[in-house]
């Protein structure tokens, strides 16, 4: 068996997903994008970790994440594994290559699976990738699926704003969930919805769904790792909650490095070699 794989006994499996929806305990996922920070993550009791293409966003800082490749989050993916051997890793297929052909998705799936490690891909999308969904699980590639504000799509959907407000597009997102519950997901990230349209989803599916600004009826909850510790001093929105403020701390320990070494007060004698 390869060592890559996750084979602690205790760790959070593909089968969990179903469990805690069952037994309607929650399911905390995170996203992480390198080594340090998996570390941390994995002396948590963090079900699951997201290697998100939101990289492209808080790790490069590109606009949007439709700049993304498959060799950029192959190359994340390997990283937080490593750091995080016993964490269900979930990968996201970025823009353009769940896109083309079934042959070419599957091809981009199977070489992120066996080059990084993780348990599973994530997909953006609805209907229109019920047929990629179907030939990746009956690859034996489990399949996280995420509806409702799909930020690769920003360009077609004119923005980030909540989606799923109108009654016409609410009954397309939950026929959407349907339909790639049936082509065989195991569980459904719903970002940025109204909490009403997301508790319905979550309470029609037999999957748990993974919510980020989607109320608190969901399965699970999902949240950026650089949001959730206060990483990006503008960004703001309202389904973000801040549990620290490392941008400060960071700023203020940079700033006072900086002080030390232009006082000469850094390096000390502790500091220093005889
Ligand atoms: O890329 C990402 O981080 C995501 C989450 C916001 C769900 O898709």
Redesign the pocket.
Known sequence: MSTMTNTRSKAFTINDFKTRKHSKTPISMI?CYDYAFARIVDETDIDVI?V????GNVVAGYET?IPVTVDQMIYHAEIVRRGAPSKFVVI?MPFMSYHVSVEDSLRNAGDMMKKTGVNAV?L?GGREFKSVVEALTAASIPVMG?LGLT?QSVHKLGGYSVQGREEEKRKRLIEDALILQDAGIFSL?L?KVPASLAQEISEKLAIPT?G?GAGNGCDGQ?L?INDLLGLDQGFHPKFVKKYADLFTVAKEAISTYDREVKERSFPSKEHSYE
Not at 52 to 55: E, P, Q, T
Request: glycine share 6%.
């Open positions: 996203t997201l998100g293409d939101s990289l994440t996201d994530k953006e995420h930020p990230v970002e993974i980020i999902v950026v």
